[in-house]
């Protein structure tokens, strides 16, 4: 069997870090025997340039066709002036409606080599591997929502929380799937103490949870979830949670890494699965050839993990992700006296090599 993978370089150090990425990618697949054939596609700022829209029907098209999509990042100053619709993140948006996405997966893993980097003490973030699940489609980002201006009342704003227990079903099984790969269990966040949509979150979650006896299932309210991120990362396993609490505990998790350039994402739905690191274009780093493209490598392993269902090469391409870090080679985000710099071309081969 061969599976299709659509490849979205897009702008700024999109192309540079998707190019080392699909080396590593070709590698691992090589040795797992898993076979892919590869598209490239437009979008974002390249698009716009190309054929006017950051988003074309084509690359839609493909991408609906494909097993998964692999994308760098969109966007930059170049197109910071264009009309709302035509703005280099709406190919973002516009991919994740198509597809259907409503699970964002954001792992963030401390490797040992890296916790010093940590802006948190080192032993107490060493050894910390969290999956963050976070609700992508519905809540309050998608709730309606009012800015009243009254004459000679006080001005007035609401937003609308809503989520029904479908879309919490399918997001908590994907989190009690996804712990089944990991250390089998899932801390589901939510504020139920408050918020009416956080007791049905939670009683739908114990409910779905149910149907995974081998994964434990506990809850945790989000403040106090915030609080545990930086004082004790290492007692989580997978957390899931809505999409206004996933986008700030997410970032939150973020941090605990020690640069952005490390950390990769997935966005799941019922068909192709699309894979990016979190970071965006960087201009301000982009064509010197030092972005650090870890983020977008481990990008590569979880499509193969979740989209290609190729467990090995996943875990082989991290693996070597880890060897390397250990080894001392370091992109120049995270490079220090002592150790071996390398450019981004650079350390995807060498962590080519060490598969
Ligand atoms: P950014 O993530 O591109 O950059 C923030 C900082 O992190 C910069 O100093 C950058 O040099 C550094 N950085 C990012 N990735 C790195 C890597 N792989 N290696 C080393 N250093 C790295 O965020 P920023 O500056 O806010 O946005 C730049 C552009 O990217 C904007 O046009 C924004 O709209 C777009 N963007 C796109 C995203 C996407 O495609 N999913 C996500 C976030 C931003
Ligand atoms: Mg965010």
Redesign the pocket.
């Known amino acids: 069997m061969t599976y299709r993978v659509v490849v979205i370089p897009?702008d700024?150090?999109g192309p540079e870090?998707v190019a080392a990425a699909l080396g590593v990618l070709r590698k691992a697949a090589a040795k797992g025997g898993v076979n892919i054939e590869y598209e490239h596609c437009l979008a974002g700022g390249a698009a716009l340039d190309q054929c006017g829209e950051p988003l074309p029907a084509a690359t839609v098209a493909a991408a609906k066709a494909a097993d998964a999509v692999l994308l760098g990042?969109?966007?930059?100053p170049k197109w910071d002036g264009v009309a709302p619709h035509l703005r280099?993140?709406k190919a973002?948006l516009g991919l994740r409606k198509a597809l259907g996405l409503y699970a964002n997966l954001r792992p963030v893993r401390v490797w040992d080599a890296l916790a010093p980097h940590s802006p948190l003490k080192a032993e107490a973030v060493a050894g910390a591997d969290i999956l963050i699940v976070r609700e992508l489609s519905g809540g309050i980002y998608y709730g309606a929502r009012k800015e009243a201006h009254v004459a000679d009342a006080p001005d007035e704003a609401w937003d609308t929380e809503i989520y029904t227990a479908p879309e919490i079903e399918r997001i908590v099984r994907v989190a009690c799937r996804a712990a089944r790969l990991r250390r089998k269990r899932v801390t589901s966040v939510d504020k139920a103490n408050v918020l009416a949509t956080s007791r049905l979150w939670r009683t739908v979650a114990e409910r779905t949870a149910a149907a995974f006896p081998d994964v434990r299932l506990d809850h945790l309210y989000v403040d106090n979830c915030a609080m545990q991120l930086v004082l004790a990362p290492k007692n989580f396993d997978v957390i899931v949670t809505g999409n206004l609490f996933g986008d700030i505990l997410s970032d939150e998790a973020a941090v605990l890494a020690g640069?952005?350039?490390l950390l990769p994402s997935a966005s799941l739905g019922d068909g192709p699965g699309l894979y990016?690191?979190i970071?965006?274009?960087?201009?301000?780093?982009a064509g010197q050839g030092v972005?650090?493209p870890i983020?977008c490598i481990l990008s590569a392993a979880m499509l193969l993990r979740h989209s290609l269902d190729a467990k090995a090469a996943a875990d082989a391409i991290e693996q070597a992700v880890e060897a390397v870090l250990a080894e001392g080679y370091r992109?120049a985000?995270l490079y220090r006296p002592g150790l071996t710099r390398l450019s981004t071309e650079e350390m995807a081969r060498r962590i080519e090599e060490e598969i």
């Open positions: 897009g700024g150090i870090v990042a969109v966007g930059g280099a993140e973002i640069s952005i350039g990016e690191p970071h965006g274009s960087a201009p301000d780093i972005a650090n983020g992109t985000d």
